[in-house]
């Protein structure tokens, strides 16, 4: 479907879009364009544009990620359909690696979304033939590579189910999630919870992570400072600020800009 630049919701529906593509393309299971309709619903409760935590914690996993020893980037089929090349981007400004670790696995779609992101321009990808387990895990999210998340002391997992969050941080690892839900079991349990659409958070990440490339001080000064708790308090009180301005409370002509666009 052809949609028009002008439209006042375009960014979003492209990225409808190119789920829907995925899904064609089986990459996407039907499962993710439900995640993807619960996540939209909180992008329009929080504007549709990154709220300044966000912001925060953007900054912060870019800082644990390039100060990492062992950085992994976990891609599942909703990742790899809606931003592939910001996260091959991501992956080469933090030298992490990538590997794809699905819910729904099959082989078959491993193989295509290591494809999709070969030809997003990544250059290692794991994910087919894994050779560890996440201990704990009974689903298929548990099947990981040694020299990958097995092994990572820092993992980005955007779009996740809150089991392996827990289980990664369990094993040690600093878990840095994205995920427009501030109540999920993921945000609630992740070290780093960036509640913020995905291609957003990643695009804001990559432009950080060249920022502090060559900074790691500042970098390893960001990472310390950061108050996760006081971030998902900051979150939860954007989102009452937001639904008090929509019912007609301070700060009205906001509020009322923001909810007349976010309507498809
Ligand atoms: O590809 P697979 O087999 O690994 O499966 C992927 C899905 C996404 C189906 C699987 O991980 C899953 O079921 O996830 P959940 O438990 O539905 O959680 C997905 C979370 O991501 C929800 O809390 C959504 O609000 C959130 N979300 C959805 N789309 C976006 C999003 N957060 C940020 N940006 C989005 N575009």
């Known amino acids: 479907?052809?949609?028009?630049?002008?439209?006042?919701?375009?960014?979003?529906?492209?990225?409808?879009?190119?789920?829907?593509?995925?899904?064609?393309?089986?990459?996407?299971?039907?499962?993710?364009?439900?995640?993807?309709?619960?996540?939209?619903?909180?992008?329009?409760l929080l504007g549709e544009e990154t709220p300044a935590p966000a912001l925060v914690s953007e900054k912060t996993a870019a800082a644990l990620l390039l100060t990492a020893d062992h950085p992994v980037i976990s891609v599942n089929g909703n990742v790899a359909a809606l931003a592939p090349k910001e996260t091959v981007r991501l992956a080469r400004a933090v030298s992490a690696r990538l590997e794809v670790n699905l819910f729904h696995r099959t082989e078959a779609r491993v193989a295509r979304i290591a494809k999709a992101l070969r030809a997003a321009g990544a250059r290692d990808v794991l994910g087919p033939r894994p050779d560890a387990r996440?201990?704990?895990l009974e689903s298929k999210r548990a099947l990981c590579h040694r020299e990958g998340i097995y092994s990572a002391d820092v993992v980005l997992v955007p779009l996740e189910d809150g089991d392996r969050t827990e289980a990664l941080v369990r094993m040690g690892k600093r878990v840095i999630s994205i995920d427009l839900n501030p109540l999920s079991r993921t945000s609630q349990r992740a070290s780093v919870p960036v509640v913020d659409e995905l291609t957003r958070a990643l695009s804001n990440m990559v432009t950080f992570a060249k920022e502090l490339q060559h900074h790691p001080e500042e970098a390893r000064r960001i990472a310390r400072a950061y108050d996760r708790a006081g971030n998902l308090r900051a979150t939860l009180s954007f989102l009452a600020w937001r639904l008090r301005s929509l019912h007609g409370g301070r700060n009205r002509r906001r509020g009322s800009r923001r909810s007349d666009s976010a309507s498809t």
């Open 1 to 44: 479907m052809k949609i028009p630049k002008s439209h006042p919701r375009y960014a979003s529906l492209v990225r409808r879009e190119r789920l829907v593509q995925g899904w064609r393309d089986g990459i996407v299971v039907p499962e993710g364009l439900i995640a993807h309709g619960r996540g939209e619903a909180f992008d329009y």
């Open 134 to 136: 996440i201990p704990g």
